[in-house]
């Protein structure tokens, strides 16, 4: 079941990271105190970087205890180990090489020189096993309840390595997917399906900067998720839209928030 999408518009990319990651940081100790743990899903991008950057800057990510956090992907490049083009890479650079992480609940993305070699279908399923392998089985679902689900919208409403009309956005039962021939360099990559997304119980959707409006005006507006995918990303308990000014600048006036930082 979908829930309806919320919307916080910030002044600005740089206000919106560091609010972002201060209810990042919220969101992890809250469940780390009610549940022991917590398990985020990281995107990459210029928002999901910044996002880290902020968190890195943050004085109040010392309340979180990292050895007891699981970080996921919703995508990846499917490119050699330390390529700098790869979500992990730019991750480890922007945050995770300064915190205290326990390496073993770091699940990263096979690479294409991983044990799965370059067949990028088969390092999909060992991604979707790892992820199955993690899950609670009381709760019936063949990933874990992701505490916060997050994610970058791109300008042609992809999200994750789910673009549209391709058959990723199409895929109904697996939760990994190997892409091939994605409109946006490099064409191989891995991703996340939106049935694995929404069993995040909060999905958050980052997009700033006017190159990112008719994105968010198409995927707000009642757009199908084949042809805008952002439109079928939503959690269980909760769907955050985080935007700055430029990227909600052609929302409906219903949509926008009136109190907005």
């Known amino acids: 079941m979908s829930t309806a999408p919320q919307l916080v518009v910030h002044r600005d990319k740089e206000l919106m990271a560091q609010a972002a990651a201060a209810r990042l940081i919220t969101r992890i100790v809250d469940a780390q ?8 899903v990281l995107t990459g991008g210029r928002n999901g970087n910044g996002l880290l950057a902020a968190l890195a800057a943050a004085p109040a990510r010392d309340a979180i ?27 480890r650079e922007a945050l995770l090489d300064a915190v205290p992480l326990d390496p073993e609940r770091v699940h990263a993305m ?22 199955a392998a993690a899950a609670d089985p009381s709760h019936h679902t063949p990933v874990p309840s992701f505490d916060v689900l997050m994610l970058g919208v791109g300008p042609d409403t992809h999200v994750a390595s789910l673009f ?27 991703t996340l399906t939106l049935p ?22 198409i995927a707000l507006s009642g757009a199908g ?13 909760r769907t955050l839209w985080l ?6 600048s052609q929302l409906p006036r219903q949509l926008y928030p009136q109190a907005s930082a």
């Open 110 to 131: 096979p690479a294409s020189d991983g044990p799965h070699g370059s067949d990028v279908d088969t390092a999909a399923a060992a991604y979707a096993e790892e992820l």
């Open 243 to 248: 935007l700055d000014k430029a990227a909600a």
């Open 164 to 190: 549209p009309e391709l058959p990723a956005v199409r895929e109904t039962e697996r939760t990994v997917v190997g892409v091939h021939g994605a409109p946006k360099p490099p064409p191989t990559r891995i």
């Open 225 to 237: 998720e084949i042809q805008s995918p952002a439109a079928g990303a939503y959690g269980r308990t």
């Open 33 to 40: 105190a009610s549940r022991g743990s917590a398990s985020v």
């Open 65 to 91: 205890d990292w050895s007891r956090l699981d970080l996921w992907w919703g995508d990846e490049r499917f490119l050699p180990e330390g390529d700098p083009e790869r979500n992990v890479t730019q991750a």
């Open 196 to 217: 694995a997304i929404r069993a995040a119980r909060e999905v958050w959707l980052l997009a700033a900067g006017e190159d990112k409006a008719e994105a968010a005006e």
